[in-house]
C-alpha cells in the first residue's frame, strides 16, 4: 500500500470514526436553527480573532486583545448554557483531540528528516 492509498485509507477511517459523526449529527441539528447557527458562526469568528492576536502578540506586535478575549468568554459562557451548544462544544473538543493526536503521530515521522 503506498501513502497516498493510506492517506486516503485514514480519511474513511476519519470520516466513520464515532467523534466525526457525533459532530457532524450535533453540527446538522444546531445550524438547522438559525438563530443558534449565527451565534455560534459569530463564536466561531471571534474566537479566530483572538488566535490570530495571540499570533501577532507572540510575535511581539502590538496588539490590543483584552476587548476580544473578554466578549469571548462571556459569549462563550452564554453558549454553554444551551445543552445543545455545550455538547456540540464537547464533541469538537472530542474530534480535535483524534486530529492533534494523528498530527502529531504524523509530525513525529517528519522531525525524523528534518
Known amino acids: 500500500m503506498d501513502v497516498y492509498d493510506t492517506a486516503n485509507k485514514l480519511s474513511e477511517e476519519i470520516r466513520n470514526s464515532e467523534q466525526f459523526k457525533a ?18 458562526e459569530e463564536f466561531e469568528q471571534l474566537k ?7 499570533m501577532k502578540q507572540q510575535a511581539n506586535q502590538e496588539v490590543d486583545q483584552e476587548d476580544k ?8 459562557n452564554v453558549l ?3 445543552e445543545d451548544i455545550k455538547n456540540y462544544f464537547d464533541l469538537e473538543i472530542a ?13 513525529d515521522v517528519i522531525k525524523e528528516i528534518m
Open 23 to 40: 459532530l457532524k449529527e450535533a453540527k446538522e441539528k444546531l445550524f438547522a436553527d438559525e438563530e443558534k447557527k449565527k451565534i455560534i
Open 48 to 54: 479566530q480573532e483572538v488566535q490570530i492576536m495571540e
Open 95 to 107: 474530534f480535535n483531540k483524534m486530529i492533534y493526536d494523528v498530527n502529531k503521530i504524523i509530525g
Open 69 to 76: 478575549k473578554l466578549k469571548l468568554a462571556k459569549l462563550y
Open 80 to 82: 454553554v448554557e444551551h
